[in-house]
């Protein structure tokens, strides 16, 4: 029998392009999309989808049985910016929905499994420049307290009980197809749609401000790829890079399309997230154990972006 696999958080930034790529690679009917409400046409159109609650274990039960699932991928989880807003409730989801896929991985339910960390596991006592694979981890936002206790929740269940789980430190994500999710490293994705339509984007971060970004595309080539690979017994968990730049630098490279785009700065609550977070990312160790390496660059990514939101605003 094929693997069959599951999506939770279907609906998402990134589980939205996830799900449509692993269909196009794997076919629509083994791939099972899920989140607590309906996503966009062309998600539910292209294959089986189920509303489901990442909390609800009976639930999450339900649809591997009824699917026979061998693989999940938990995309849900409350990004920074909503997170600080909502600690409990970003706590809940964040950590309940994890215990209850490696618990059902320790049971046998299932075979593999897929969570996304990310570089909120840093914190301001880590190096911010070339930030590396292990290092000191002392985060400061509820997201990144989630993030790192998921880590060591994914170690804990590998060493202990042999779950085949793998990860991955995302970065900023930048894509046309979906609309940012409630992170700090949205002004990346929202700077493009603003130039397009208003010509003028107010950045709620300052110029100078440098994190580790990438363009969608990369990001779930390394969601699959570390998938699909055999790594290390006693490594889960990889830091991945591709590209860095402040708001000021993506403004340059926007401006040489759209010479009249105008930016002004308000910082606001999320420059000191954003200030807690590395500027730079060492990847080395993707890149040797599974030959993870990065296509795009910020002058292509932005060619992309311009040329897709052209073209969805005109339409």
Not at 81 to 94: I, R, S
């Amino acid at each position: 029998m094929s693997d069959t696999i599951l999506i939770i958080g279907a609906c998402g930034q990134i589980g939205t392009e996830l799900t449509l790529k692993l269909r196009g690679i794997f076919g629509n009917t083994t791939v099972i999309a899920s989140d607590i409400r309906e996503g966009n046409t062309e998600l539910m159109e292209s294959g089986p989808f189920e509303i489901l609650d990442a909390t609800n274990k009976d639930k999450i039960i339900e649809v591997i049985e009824k699917y026979h699932v061998t693989e999940v991928y938990l995309m849900a989880a409350m990004l920074s910016v909503t997170a600080e807003k909502h600690p409990q409730k970003a706590w809940d989801l964040n950590m309940n929905s994890l215990l209850h896929i490696l618990d059902l991985a320790k049971e046998g339910l299932i075979k593999k499994v897929f969570w996304p960390s990310s570089i909120a596991v840093f914190g301001t006592t880590t190096p911010q420049n070339n930030t590396p694979q292990e290092t000191i981890m002392e985060p400061t936002t509820v997201y990144g307290i989630s993030k790192l206790a998921g880590e060591r929740w994914c170690a804990y269940y590998k060493n202990k009980y042999n779950v085949d789980v793998r990860s991955i430190r995302y970065p900023g994500i930048i894509s046309w197809k979906t609309n940012p999710g409630g992170g700090t490293t949205d002004y990346a994705v929202e700077i493009y749609h603003k130039a397009i339509t208003d010509n003028f984007y107010n950045c709620f971060l300052a110029e100078n401000t440098r994190l580790p970004m990438m363009y969608m595309d990369d990001a779930i080539k390394a969601t699959i790829d570390i998938m699909q690979t055999d790594l290390p017994d006693n490594f889960f968990s990889y830091n991945i890079a591709a590209i860095n730049f402040t708001p000021k630098e993506i403004t340059i490279a926007i401006q040489k399309h759209l010479p009249n785009f105008k930016i002004e700065y308000s910082p606001d609550f999320r420059q000191e997230i954003a200030d807690s977070w590395p500027q730079s990312i060492n990847d080395v160790k993707a890149r040797e154990d599974w030959n993870w390496k990065h296509s795009f660059d910020l002058e292509k990514m932005t060619d992309v972006m311009l040329e897709n939101l052209k073209e969805k605003y005109n339409s």
